[in-house]
């Protein structure tokens, strides 16, 4: 069966640094896999996706990801985060069944 | 707003007791997916449901049931309500026309507290 792993479960952070959020699969087959965020109090919102082609890929808000598949690893990263990236961040990914298993999530704080 | 919307947003009952979660998905969308998000169980896949049919089953509980209607509006039936199901409920929606590539589209939960 597939899984996801988030290692850092809380990350804390001051405004303009960087930021590097890690995420392992474990799957043999083709895995598209995904990023979501989760701001206070919302719903799961898309920040990437990968499927195929270039295997770094930027999203919304200044993220990107860079997927490495002799590491199954699709780690998020921001150069510079904002007070307003405070938020849960998800690694997903999707293979047989069209069903997303989820990483366990990363509960990132930025201060101000 | 991902277009996807849940009713009730907050429910409160007590155990034994049956409950029914109602989503309606994207305008469009043909694929409705139900997801729990516990503290100790994190985000979990429960079922999928394209086009009135079941596709796709993940760790759903026995008590649990899902059926989509013609609107293609989903429910989810959670009876026999134990402590531990208390959860937030979420409902995604997507086109469901390339399985491995679609995008699923959140709503904003409904949160299910059993006393």
């Known amino acids: 069966a597939q899984s996801v792993s988030q290692h850092n479960h809380h990350v804390i952070l001051s405004e303009a640094a960087s930021l590097e959020l890690g995420c392992n699969y474990s799957y043999g087959g083709t895995v598209n896999l995904f990023w979501y965020v989760q701001y206070p109090g919302q719903h799961l919102q898309l920040l990437l996706k990968?499927?195929?082609?270039?295997?770094l890929v930027k999203g919304i808000k200044g993220f990107e990801a860079e997927f490495i598949k002799s590491k199954f690893s699709f780690n998020l990263r921001k150069p510079s985060v904002q007070w307003s990236d405070t938020a849960e961040y998800f690694c997903?990914?999707?293979?047989?069944?069209?069903?997303?298993?989820f990483g366990g999530g990363t509960r990132l704080m930025v201060k101000p | 707003d991902s277009g996807v919307t849940q009713t009730p947003k907050h429910l409160i009952t007590a155990t034994g007791q049956r409950v029914t979660l109602r989503c309606s998905p994207r305008?469009?969308?043909?694929?409705v997916y139900w997801y729990q998000q516990s503290l100790d169980q994190g985000l979990q896949f429960l079922i999928q449901?394209?086009?009135?049919?079941?596709?796709a089953k993940g760790n759903i509980l026995e008590r649990f049931s899902a059926q989509q209607f013609p609107d293609l509006h989903s429910e989810l039936n959670l009876s026999s309500l134990e402590l531990g199901d208390s959860a937030l409920y979420f409902c995604a929606s997507s086109t469901g026309q390339a399985p491995y590539t679609d995008t699923q589209y959140f709503g904003p939960g409904t949160r299910l507290t059993v006393l």
């Open positions: 990968y499927f195929s082609g270039d295997p």
């Open positions: 997903a990914v999707i293979s047989a069944g069209n069903m997303l298993t």
């Open positions: 449901y394209y086009n009135g049919e079941e596709r």
């Open positions: 305008s469009g969308d043909l694929s």
